[in-house]
């Protein structure tokens, strides 16, 4: 049973989200705060935390950057906000997803089992690119021999550039790889604002834009 860590201190919406992930299947452990929250993920193996982006002892753009750090959790933020600068910034500090209050609980469901369908189930394998080694049955990505920190999103992306070099991948195909099958619920920029965080951390040159198609990974790559 996948396991959910709910941070949201609205009491009925916490209480709301927790019955309906527990009628779908997940075990969901639910707090308030950020306190609790975190000693929470310590004691526990979390495979998705659901966070509110303003908490009652901070902010939740500081919770996520702080577990990003340590963990490679998928992160899926709630914000009252709508900027498309609030929904960078959740990205930038290391969400994988997020969801506009107000919400029906059919999105964030969907929203959920898409981000699940990313915990991988791969054997022992690694894959090898330039300075680049990915390791497939421990989802870590060494550069030059040091780990880099990556969140779900960048590291399947990775994996799908990575096992499919020198093909271009349009925007489609790694919406429907990555996300849900048909888009549903995904913002048009999703896929770029991912693709231009991976390639920070791994290197520019290594992912090409090919205008109006798609993307394509440049390098050679030896499976191992």
């Known amino acids: 049973m996948r396991k959910i860590l709910l941070v949201e201190d609205d009491q009925n919406l916490n209480r ?3 019955l309906c992930l527990t009628k779908e299947g997940y075990e969901v452990l639910s707090c308030f705060d950020i306190k609790t929250a975190k000693a929470l993920f310590q004691k526990d193996s979390i495979d998705l935390i659901i966070s509110d982006l303003s908490l009652p002892d901070g902010s939740g753009l500081d919770f996520c950057r702080s577990i990003r750090r340590q963990s490679n959790v998928l992160i899926l933020m709630l914000t009252s906000y709508n900027q498309e600068y ?3 910034s959740g990205y930038e500090h290391g969400a994988d997803d997020y969801v506009t209050k107000p919400f029906s609980l059919m999105v964030l469901v969907s929203k959920i089992q898409a981000l699940m369908k990313r915990i991988p189930d791969l054997g ?3 894959l090898a690119s330039d300075d680049l080694v990915l390791s497939l049955s421990e989802m870590t990505v060494k550069r030059e021999g040091e780990l880099l920190l990556l969140s779900k ?3 399947q992306l990775l994996v799908l550039f ?3 070099p020198k093909q271009i991948l349009s925007q489609d195909q790694l919406l429907h790889k990555i996300w849900d099958i048909k888009g549903n619920y995904i913002d ?5 604002v991912n693709i231009s965080r991976l390639r920070q951390k791994i290197g520019k040159e290594k992912i090409k834009t090919v205008r109006g198609v798609g ?3 440049v390098n050679e790559v030896q499976n191992g």
């Open 16 to 18: 709301g989200v927790t």
């Open 86 to 88: 609030d929904i960078v």
């Open 124 to 126: 022992s394998q690694t």
């Open 153 to 155: 999103t960048e590291l």
């Open 162 to 164: 990575m096992e499919n």
């Open 188 to 192: 048009s920029n999703t896929v770029s």
């Open 215 to 217: 993307y394509l990974w």
